[in-house]
C-alpha cells in the first residue's frame, strides 16, 4: 500500500462538485465516487475531515435583495445538507463518518466539539463539518481554513473544478500560466481566484498549506494526499 504524505487532511469539497453536470442538487453517483477516494485515504491510515460548501442549492451573497445574514443562514442549512449526503455515501462504503455542524441541531447531527472531532478523527472517522463558520459573511473556505487550523491539520486540500492556481482566468486567457508553487503573499497581492481573501490571510498566518487540484477525476484526492505533484500548493516562503 502506498505510504501517505500528510496524517490529517481537510478536504475542502464546493457543493457544485456534488451536483455533476446538473449545477443544482446531488448527483448520488458522483458523491460515491468522491467518498470511494475518501476511503482509500482512510484505508492509507490518513485522518479526514471535511467541509462541504453549498452552491448547488444555495448561495448567500448572490441572493439580491434578501437580508445576508439570513440568506447566509439559508447556505449553511444548504452545507447540511451536502453532509448528510457524503455521510450516507460513506456509511454505504463501510467508513465510520460523523457529521458536526456550528449551529445546533440535535437531531441531525452532533454540535462542533474540537476534542470531540479529534477524538473521532484518532478512532479513524471522518469528520464532516457542517453549516461553515456558523457565522454569516464568512465563506465554507474560510470555514475549512478555521477547521484544518483548531484540529491541527497538515494541509487543507481545495478541490476544485480548475487543475491549480493560474496568473490569470484561463477560461479567457488561452495564456494563463499555472502556477506549480504561490504564495499566500503572492495570492493576496494579486488578488488571484484560488480562495477569499479571510481564507488565504487564516491559512498564511497559521501556516496552513492549501493544495488546490481538479476534482474531475476523484482519484485525485488520492494521490494529492501521496504527494503527488498535482495542482498548485500555496505556501509561505
Known amino acids: 500500500m502506498t505510504t501517505p504524505k500528510y ?26 465516487n468522491i467518498c470511494k477516494s475518501v476511503r482509500e485515504c482512510v484505508e492509507m491510515g490518513v485522518q479526514v475531515g471535511i467541509v462541504v460548501g453549498g452552491g448547488n442549492f444555495w448561495r448567500g451573497r448572490s441572493s439580491g435583495k434578501m437580508d445576508r445574514t439570513r440568506a447566509d443562514h439559508m447556505g449553511m442549512l444548504a452545507t447540511v445538507i451536502n453532509a448528510l449526503a457524503l455521510a450516507d455515501a460513506l456509511e454505504a462504503l463501510e467508513v465510520p463518518v460523523r457529521v458536526q455542524t456550528a449551529i445546533t ?17 484518532e478512532k479513524g472517522r471522518v469528520v464532516i463539518f457542517g453549516c461553515g463558520t456558523g457565522s454569516p459573511f464568512f465563506s465554507t473556505d474560510t470555514a475549512a481554513a478555521l477547521r484544518a487550523a483548531e484540529v491541527d491539520c497538515d494541509i487543507m486540500l481545495k478541490a476544485s473544478m480548475v487543475d491549480g492556481v493560474y496568473d490569470k482566468d484561463p477560461k479567457t486567457h488561452p495564456d494563463a500560466r499555472r502556477y506549480d508553487t504561490v504564495s499566500f503573499s503572492e495570492v493576496l497581492g494579486k488578488k488571484l481566484s484560488v480562495m477569499d481573501m479571510t481564507a488565504a490571510s487564516l491559512c498564511r498566518d497559521n501556516k496552513m498549506p492549501v493544495l488546490v487540484f481538479n476534482l474531475e477525476d476523484p482519484q485525485n484526492i488520492t494521490r494529492a494526499v501521496c504527494g503527488d505533484n498535482i495542482g498548485t500548493i500555496v505556501r509561505e516562503a
Not at 440535535?106 to 462542533?112: D, K
Request: glycine fraction near 10%; charge should be positive; hydrophobic fraction near 45%.
Open 7 to 32: 496524517h490529517r487532511i481537510m478536504l475542502k469539497l464546493s457543493g457544485e462538485a456534488l451536483a455533476a453536470g446538473a449545477g443544482f442538487g446531488i448527483d448520488y453517483d458522483t458523491v460515491l
Open 105 to 121: 441541531m440535535q437531531q441531525i447531527a452532533e454540535p462542533y466539539i474540537r476534542n470531540k472531532a479529534v477524538r473521532h478523527f
